[in-house]
């Protein structure tokens, strides 16, 4: 049974990508700043599946929701 509530590290493992907490900060230095015009799923660094997942799961309001904004939020920093 999958957890209620996913984690940060949890949704970068299930977009396949290094989970660990400095690779996290790593890949969110890289990426940030996301312009405010530019929906989380549509920036241009996600493959065609990371962005629909990421797109579905908001549409969704899905488990992963609040991890999903949380990325949102750092991106955007």
Same mark, same amino acid.
């Given at each position: 049974?999958?957890?209620?509530?996913?984690?940060?590290?949890?949704?970068? #493992?299930?977009?396949?990508?290094?989970?660990?907490?400095? $690779?996290?900060?790593?890949?969110? #230095?890289?990426?940030?700043?996301? #312009?405010?015009?530019?929906?989380?799923?549509?920036?241009?660094?996600?493959?065609?599946? $990371?962005?629909?997942?990421?797109?579905?799961?908001?549409?969704?309001?899905?488990?992963? #929701?609040?991890?999903?904004? $949380?990325?949102?939020?750092?991106?955007?920093?």
């Amino acid at each position: 049974m999958e957890p209620a509530i996913h984690d940060l590290s949890d949704l970068f #493992a299930q977009l396949g990508l290094p989970a660990e907490p400095g $690779q996290i900060e790593h890949f969110i #230095a890289r990426h940030r700043p996301l #312009a405010d015009a530019v929906l989380l799923a549509d920036a241009p660094f996600w493959s065609p599946s $990371q962005a629909h997942f990421l797109s579905e799961m908001v549409a969704e309001d899905a488990d992963w #929701a609040s991890a999903v904004e $949380q990325l949102d939020v750092m991106l955007r920093g």
